[in-house]
């Protein structure tokens, strides 16, 4: 490990009285062969913080913040940068997430046993060159297992985040919870509800691009089905859970709804993964209030603005979920003419990129039928159509412009809805993008309409 790390940082460490360990995720990822580019690094001692942070404020380093409460200093080695922790033991009160009392200590059992899993309770002494392994841990590496550093419901039921740390750390390392792990998880999946939508969220974004971490392939679905295993995702994603159970038309579809979802969550492009395990929240609500699925898209993109809402996702994601739920039933049969088509592509094109990944994702989850879906075959190549024609797209592409149309004599309340069918029209065919050829069209058929 010595040479992923700043040779400032080692030969601080050297010349430090106490031994100082790097800790958590990068001691067990660097123990288990899995590099990533965008790992944290936790370092620890059994040290006051206050002398921790003098000695390294002395040798050059970038202090950003000391924390005396929790015996913590961020500091900073050129770019990168680390978090300190003194040894300590934490006493909880059940739920609360953060510790209700801290004692420091400097003994390494207590620390590794304040830690969740055994895998995250390994060290690695940088002037030694070593790792140190008080629980265990190196063995739970080495097998790709995840058990707790004390008995499972104990260490569950301290801090309800780390049930959704359980899945998302599975996700990303492949690594296996064990049977009582499991257990512990399930007999305080409760307890989720005692912590914030903001770091459900994050979480849950996190466990969604697993894969991206360390390329482990599908470790997405492994996290997604720990979380329906443990009760956790009942709690936190209710709607989504309805569908456990809820089947579909055999022709066209292997897996229930939940599982569906999962599975188009798992098979979807990175940039689209919550609408993919969103996308089909409607259905549920649909069978249950009508006895079919007819709707759902309309239904799902409400409900899914709902589950934005409550785990509080960023504006611009929620708008972004809701509309590609809202669409992705849009032509499913494949039957809707080309000039609809084309109205659609210019009407959506922001978003048309996105829609389609959702649609691949949607058809293979179907059947685990990884070809190429026929309504994105279709999409592509009216797509394709239309840049050989020299169609435009978005009204920047549009030869006039709004000002243009409310000189020609258009209410200025009018412009923006015009230029839109004006666009529409070019799309279609119906008239060419030139600006004098437009500005026909305006006389010819939109400043002749009659006006409420």
Do not use: W
């Not at 000039?339 to 685990?368: G, H, T």
């Amino acid at each position: 490990m010595r040479r992923i790390l700043p040779e400032k940082l080692i030969k601080f460490a050297e010349e430090l009285p106490y031994p100082l360990y790097v800790v958590g995720g990068r001691a067990r990822d660097f123990a288990a062969g899995l590099v990533s580019e965008t790992a944290d690094t936790d370092v620890c001692a059994p040290a006051d913080c206050a002398d921790f942070a003098i000695r390294a404020s002395n040798a050059g380093f970038g202090l950003k913040a000391e924390y005396k409460n929790t015996g913590t200093v961020k500091f900073a080695c050129g770019e990168e940068e680390f978090e300190f922790a003194c040894f300590r033991s934490d006493k909880y009160v059940r739920g609360s997430h953060r510790p209700a009392e801290t004692y420091l200590t400097t003994d390494i059992g207590l620390d590794a046993r304040r830690r969740d899993f055994k895998c995250n309770a390994v060290y690695y002494d940088i002037a030694a060159g070593k790792f140190v392994d008080p629980l265990g841990g190196l063995k739970d590496i080495e097998n790709k297992r995840i058990s707790t550093v004390a008995p499972s419901k104990k260490v569950f039921g301290e801090d309800g985040l780390r049930l959704m740390r359980l899945a998302r750390i599975a996700a990303q390392t492949g690594f296996a919870p064990d049977k009582d792990c499991l257990d512990g998880a399930r007999a305080n999946a409760e307890l989720i509800r005692d912590v914030s939508a903001e770091r459900i969220f994050a979480e849950l974004m996190l466990l969604l691009c697993a894969d991206r971490k360390y390329g482990i392939c599908g470790g997405q679905y492994n996290g997604m089905k720990i979380l329906a295993d443990t009760g956790v995702m009942r709690i936190i994603l209710p709607e989504l859970y309805a569908g456990n159970g809820v089947y579909q038309n055999e022709k066209y579809h292997k897996h229930d709804v939940l599982e569906h979802s999962l599975r188009c969550a798992a098979y979807a492009d990175a940039s689209i993964r919550l609408a993919a395990l969103l996308h089909d929240v409607g259905k549920p609500y649909c069978m249950r209030n009508a006895g079919n699925f007819i709707g759902h898209d309309t239904e799902g993109a409400r409900i899914a603005a709902e589950i934005c809402q409550r785990l509080k996702a960023p504006k611009k994601l929620t708008e972004e979920v809701v509309k590609l739920t809202a669409l992705h039933m849009y032509d499913f049969r494949g039957d809707a003419r080309e000039n609809k088509v084309r109205k659609f592509i210019v009407r959506n094109y922001d978003i048309l990129d996105k829609l389609m990944l959702l649609k691949q994702a949607d058809y293979s989850a179907c059947a685990d039928d990884f070809a190429e879906a026929p309504t994105v075959t279709k999409l592509k190549k009216i797509c394709a159509q239309m840049r050989a024609e020299g169609r435009p797209f978005t009204l920047k592409e549009l030869a006039i412009k709004g000002n243009e149309l409310i000189a020609a004599g258009l209410p200025a309340n009018e412009a923006g809805r015009t230029l839109q069918l004006l666009l529409e029209d070019c799309a279609t065919g119906a008239v060419e993008n030139d600006k004098q050829r437009l500005l026909q069209r305006l006389e010819r058929v939109y400043l002749r309409r009659p006006r409420l």
